[in-house]
């Protein structure tokens, strides 16, 4: 059964730092996309970053704008794992962050997921 289990959120000040892990079980990490995505309250999902692997082992990243330039998704295969480092951190950051999983390619879609973690908040606040 495919899971995934985030970790890593918390409350941080302004211009602080995070990082984010999604450990996945029950599949294979390397022939799936993954996604971050959050909500705030009263919000839509959005999508912040995904990552992906193709047969040839290349691997792509993809960014939200706001998240381009202060957050990055890498990946660990080995550990069944993906990460969101997430600086300079801002109060509209503030949210749940959800990592959720879909076989290659990434989608920006929310709807293209089928299986999703149970989400980690981070709160950002002086």
């Known amino acids: 059964q495919l899971q995934l289990v985030e970790s890593g959120g918390g409350l941080v000040q302004p211009g602080g730092s995070l990082r984010l892990s999604c450990t996945a079980s029950?599949?294979?990490?390397?022939?799936?996309?993954i996604g971050w995505f959050r909500q705030a309250p009263g919000q839509e999902r959005e999508g912040v970053a995904c990552?992906?692997?193709?047969?040839?082992?290349?691997?792509?990243?993809n960014y939200a704008e706001f998240a381009k330039g202060r957050f990055t998704i890498s990946r660990d295969n080995a550990k069944s794992a993906v990460y969101l480092q997430m600086n300079s951190l801002k109060p509209e950051d503030t949210a749940v962050y959800y990592c959720a999983a879909k076989p290659y390619p990434c989608s920006t879609s929310a709807t293209d997921f089928g299986s999703w973690g149970q989400g980690t908040q981070v709160t950002i606040s002086s």
């Open positions: 029950g599949f294979n990490l390397e022939s799936y996309a």
């Open positions: 990552i992906s692997s193709s047969g040839s082992k290349m691997t792509f990243a």
